[in-house]
């Protein structure tokens, strides 16, 4: 199985002159459904996701972006925009649209003395990582070494260092983007402030971002890793991490799991990231590490980078993808059944159960802040299906479908953007999506950025 979608309305035929004329207009690259990249210029990371645009366009900067914007109102055509293309509900392709494709765009600069990096959309986690740490600076940003960076900042940004220095969209100084009309804009606190507060969580509903600035922290090096125990003492082991969770100091931030080994034994595993001297995180985490004890544990000192590869092995590119995320009010023992419970009738050894941490820094900010409105979320439960054969998409989706249904009635109601199926966009924004909805009808009145958990513009909005 596939996802795919209807058109919007009938696409427009354009001609080969009009085309070509579109073509000279770029810096970057026009592909078309006849070259012979289209097929793996068009490929995403979730498999199920196959999706034909009618254009794409490879930018190689805002200039790209700009004669993209106002091809498509031209010639009504609707628009998906791709960064790392790790959208697991789909949003970054499109069918019968043109793909505003900023994959190519990875430049990032570092200024090592106000602690400021710009970067472009285009970098994956890892890329942008390896930039800045070659100063010894880093930005919290995600758990996945190959989500894009634009997605995850645009949505929010859980990771490892939110307990510290708070999510990706608290540290976002400002934005280069292009809105619906084809202007470019600043948005900082002092210049579009409006924007800027939308962009920090809002996800792609106000334009196409070509650049970001973000806050940068000396992390050297950061004390974490995996505890691993039998599927046995899951529920032991949950309960020891609500405990664990819920008395972390800002320093720490610490995940649970539950997930297969590759010899195809079920695990539940405790990761954890510690933010400061390597000497107190071994203290702190001591304690954690005897617990159990665990059957394996990954836990020393390692780079900022490392720690974010993580899960990179149990999440790879082009497998077929379904997830569901629940904010979690708290974390009690029914709960823990009903997560555990699932797990053992997991109908894929690929599929994984995480559940993730908002504490501290991050969970200080006002959930009116930022566009980001789920700071009353303590954790995040998501349910991450994976598998390999598409024939097998009913019984995977169902099963995710349930456990987000078993587990809702301790949820906040609020879902993570950048973890969803489905228009779900009162859930995505809550609180603030009236708000949200106003500085869409000022920015893109007509809802030319749609393809996305949309907020529709305010009408009359003055």
């Given amino acids: 199985m596939v996802l795919t979608e209807e058109r919007y309305g009938a696409a427009p035929v354009l001609g080969a002159a009009t085309l070509q004329d579109f073509r000279n207009s770029l810096h970057g690259q026009l592909v078309l459904p006849q070259d012979a990249e289209y097929d793996e210029v068009r490929k995403v990371f979730n498999a199920m996701i196959d999706r034909r645009p009618a254009l794409i366009v490879q930018c190689i900067d805002t200039h790209d972006v700009v004669q993209s914007v106002q091809f498509a109102r031209s010639h009504n055509l609707p628009v998906a925009m791709r960064g790392g293309g790790h959208s697991v509900a789909g949003h970054s392709m499109i069918e019968g649209g043109l793909l505003i494709d900023l994959s190519l765009m990875k430049n990032v600069e570092v200024d090592p003395v106000k602690r400021i990096a710009k970067a472009q959309p285009g970098l994956r986690l890892g890329e942008y990582i390896a930039e800045t740490e070659k100063w010894g600076l880093v930005t919290p940003t995600g758990t996945a070494s190959d989500t894009g960076l634009a997605g995850l900042a645009l949505g929010g940004g859980y990771g490892w260092l939110s307990g510290k220095y708070g999510m990706t969209v608290d540290n976002i100084l400002g934005f280069e983007v292009v809105t619906a009309d084809g202007q470019v804009l600043h948005a900082s606190e002092t210049e579009n402030a409006d924007l800027f507060w939308a962009l920090r969580g809002g996800s792609g509903n106000f334009g196409v971002v070509t650049s970001f600035e973000l806050k940068l922290y000396m992390v050297t090096e950061v004390f974490g890793g995996m505890l691993l125990y039998p599927f046995a003492m899951a529920r032991e082991v949950l309960r020891f991490y609500r405990e664990v969770a819920s008395t972390a100091p800002d320093e720490l931030t610490t995940y649970a799991a539950l997930l297969t080994a590759p010899d195809g034994q079920k695990m539940v595993a405790i990761l954890a990231c510690y933010t400061g001297s390597m000497k107190e995180g071994e203290r702190v985490l001591a304690p954690i590490r005897e617990f159990g004890p665990p059957v394996v544990d ?165």
């Fill in 298 to 462: 990954l836990m020393r000192p390692m780079r900022y980078s490392e720690v974010n590869t993580l899960i990179d092995e149990a999440n790879p590119q082009g497998m077929q993808n379904y997830w569901k995320w629940n904010g979690l009010k708290d974390l009690p023992d029914e709960a823990i059944d009903a997560i555990v419970d699932a797990y053992a009738r997991v109908p894929s050894p690929r599929s994984a159960i995480l559940i993730d941490q908002l504490h501290g820094a991050a969970s200080r900010v006002s959930p009116t802040a930022t566009a980001f409105a789920h700071r009353d979320a303590p954790h995040g439960l998501v349910i991450i299906s994976l598998w390999d054969d598409p024939s097998e998409a009913e019984v995977n989706i169902a099963w995710t479908k349930e456990l987000a249904a078993a587990t809702e009635e301790y949820s906040t109601g609020g879902i993570y953007v950048n973890a969803e199926f489905g228009d779900k966009a009162h859930a995505a924004f809550g609180v603030n999506y009236e708000r949200l909805s106003q500085i869409k009808a000022k920015y893109d009145p007509t809802n030319f950025f749609r393809h996305n958990q949309n907020i529709k513009p305010t009408v009359n909005a003055g």
